[in-house]
């Protein structure tokens, strides 16, 4: 626009909205919808840069959210861990792919959080496929922790620590269906099958397929 031109916008007392334009002497009329103005004036505003600091190894995605949330998804990097199942350990058990979703509120509370199983593929998209967890304590990806306590995070570097916490704490047969692995095993029965395998064993003999990909956890 020139010097001379001119943006109006009337609101009238009916709640109509119109907008005249003063554009090297020709004048334009043209009514548009509340939600039009709203849309205009929110994509003019300043907004200031967000600075996540330093991220936690694994890190797939972090989402800002107005309320000061902060919603992340992590790659967990291990394909082993020590595991327990009603007070029997199961050291240096093989594991899936796995992935956790957290939401960490401004004051560092860590909540909502989240387990899934993704693919064995190298390349990892929005559209890598994700199968059921087969284990205990997930409902579809919302991980019950019971009464264990997470630490507050101060830095989102530091929740790379928590998958290894979740990981180490007892699985009981909370949430756990046989029908969730293709042999219809009952939780002790699988992890002595699977003691002593090759996470692909996984993706042959046990994981089904959930119809979900990798963008879809991050979005839950």
Same mark, same amino acid.
Not at 94 to 103: E, N, S
Not at 112 to 123: F, K, Q, T, W
Not at 147 to 173: A, C, E, F, Q
């Given at each position: 626009m020139n010097k001379d031109d001119e943006l109006v916008v009337r609101i009238r007392g009916n709640g109509k909205i119109s907008v005249e334009q003063y554009i090297d002497g020709v004048i334009s009329h043209k009514p548009i919808s509340p939600n039009s103005l709203m849309e205009c004036i929110n994509a003019s505003q300043f907004r200031g840069g967000v600075s996540s600091g330093m991220l936690p190894p694994g890190?797939?995605?972090?989402?800002?959210?107005?309320?000061?949330?902060?919603?992340?998804?992590?790659l967990h990097m291990e394909n082993r861990a020590d595991i327990s199942y009603m007070k029997t350990e199961y050291k240096n058990f093989p594991l899936p792919r796995l992935v956790f979703g957290f939401y960490v509120s401004e004051e560092g509370r860590v909540s909502d959080c989240r387990l899934g199983v993704i693919a064995n593929h190298d390349n990892l998209k929005p559209t890598t496929p994700m199968f059921i967890y087969p284990f205990s304590n997930v409902s579809g990806t919302s991980l019950c922790i019971g009464n264990n306590p997470l630490p507050r995070v101060k830095s989102l570097h530091t929740l790379g620590s928590l998958p290894y916490l979740i990981l180490g704490m007892d699985n009981n047969n909370h949430s756990f269906y046989a029908a969730n692995n293709k042999q219809n095993?009952?939780?002790?029965?699988?992890?002595? *099958? $699977?003691?002593? %395998?090759?996470?692909?064993?996984?993706?042959?003999?046990? *994981? $089904?397929?959930? %119809?979900?990909?990798?963008?879809?956890?991050?979005?839950?």
């Amino acid at each position: 626009m020139n010097k001379d031109d001119e943006l109006v916008v009337r609101i009238r007392g009916n709640g109509k909205i119109s907008v005249e334009q003063y554009i090297d002497g020709v004048i334009s009329h043209k009514p548009i919808s509340p939600n039009s103005l709203m849309e205009c004036i929110n994509a003019s505003q300043f907004r200031g840069g967000v600075s996540s600091g330093m991220l936690p190894p694994g890190c797939l995605s972090v989402d800002f959210h107005n309320s000061g949330v902060r919603s992340i998804t992590l790659l967990h990097m291990e394909n082993r861990a020590d595991i327990s199942y009603m007070k029997t350990e199961y050291k240096n058990f093989p594991l899936p792919r796995l992935v956790f979703g957290f939401y960490v509120s401004e004051e560092g509370r860590v909540s909502d959080c989240r387990l899934g199983v993704i693919a064995n593929h190298d390349n990892l998209k929005p559209t890598t496929p994700m199968f059921i967890y087969p284990f205990s304590n997930v409902s579809g990806t919302s991980l019950c922790i019971g009464n264990n306590p997470l630490p507050r995070v101060k830095s989102l570097h530091t929740l790379g620590s928590l998958p290894y916490l979740i990981l180490g704490m007892d699985n009981n047969n909370h949430s756990f269906y046989a029908a969730n692995n293709k042999q219809n095993l009952e939780m002790r029965d699988m992890l002595e *099958l $699977l003691k002593d %395998k090759e996470q692909s064993y996984y993706y042959e003999h046990i *994981l $089904l397929p959930s %119809k979900k990909t990798l963008a879809d956890f991050i979005a839950e």
